[in-house]
C-alpha cells in the first residue's frame, strides 16, 4: 500500500511509478555498464567496425530502454488514475492507453533487446582468455534465479505480448551461443548467466500457463 501512495506536489505520480521509471531502471543500465567493464579487455577486436558497432547499439539500447520506462510509467499512472474509471475523456485517454499498453512496451524492448544482444556479442568476441571454473558458473545460477523469478512474476499472470517473445528471443541467442558458437560456455559467464536467467523465467511460464493454469 505504501507504494500505491502520491508524490507531491498535484499527486503527478504514485511511488510505484516513480521507482519503476527512475531507481529501477537505472540500477539496471549501471549493471549492463558494469557487466560491460567486465567483458571488454586490451583485444585486437577493439580496432574493428564491429566493436565500435556493438557499443554504439549497447547505447541506443540504454536510451530507448529509458524512453520506454519513462513513457511507460507516466502513463500507465493516468491509464489506471484516470481512464479506468472514465475520468478523462475518450479521445485523450486513447492516447494514454496506446501510450501505455502498446508503444512504450515496443520502445522499452528495443532498448532490452539491443542492451542484451550488445553484450553478447561482445563478450562472444571477446571471450575470457582464462576460462571461468565450472564451480564459479554454480554460484551464478541462484543469482539467475532472482532474474528468473521477475521474469515469471511479470509474464505469468498476464495475457501472452510482445513480453515473452523478447524474452525468448534473447535465451534463444544466449543458448546458441553458449552451445552451438564456435566458444565454450566457461568462456562467456555473462552470457551463461542471462542463458541461465531467461530459459528458467521463459520455461517455468510457458509451463504455467499452457499445462499448470489450464
Not at 47 to 70: D, R
Not at 73 to 92: G, M, P, Q, W
Amino acid at each position: 500500500k505504501l507504494t500505491s501512495s502520491y508524490l507531491q506536489p498535484f499527486e503527478f505520480l504514485r511511488w510505484v511509478d516513480f521507482n519503476a521509471m527512475l531507481p529501477i531502471p537505472l540500477m539496471a543500465i549501471i549493471l549492463y555498464f558494469l557487466l560491460r567493464q567486465q567483458i571488454v579487455y586490451d583485444s585486437p577486436f577493439k580496432k574493428k567496425a564491429f566493436f565500435v558497432i556493438l557499443n554504439i547499439l549497447l547505447i541506443s539500447g540504454i536510451y530507448f530502454f529509458g524512453a520506454g520506462s519513462g513513457d511507460h510509467e507516466v502513463t500507465n499512472y493516468l491509464h489506471a488514475r484516470f481512464c479506468d474509471k472514465l475520468i478523462l475523456n475518450k479521445s485523450l485517454c486513447n492516447i494514454v492507453i496506446f501510450n501505455d499498453d502498446e508503444f512504450s512496451h515496443y520502445v522499452y524492448y528495443l532498448g532490452f533487446i539491443l542492451m542484451n544482444v550488445a553484450l553478447m556479442f561482445l563478450e562472444y568476441n571477446m571471450p575470457k582468455k582464462r576460462s571461468v571454473a565450472t564451480r564459479d558458473l554454480i554460484f551464478i545460477v541462484p543469482n539467475s534465479l532472482f532474474i528468473a523469478l521477475g521474469i515469471f512474476a511479470n509474464l505469468a499472470f498476464e495475457e501472452i505480448g510482445i513480453d515473452l517473445w523478447v524474452f525468448t528471443s534473447v535465451m534463444a541467442l544466449a543458448i546458441y551461443l553458449l552451445f552451438f558458437a564456435k566458444r565454450k560456455f566457461t568462456q562467456l559467464p555473462v552470457t551463461f548467466y542471462f542463458g541461465v536467467s531467461y530459459t528458467l523465467g521463459v520455461l517455468s511460464t510457458f509451463i504455467y500457463k499452457f499445462f499448470l493454469r489450464s
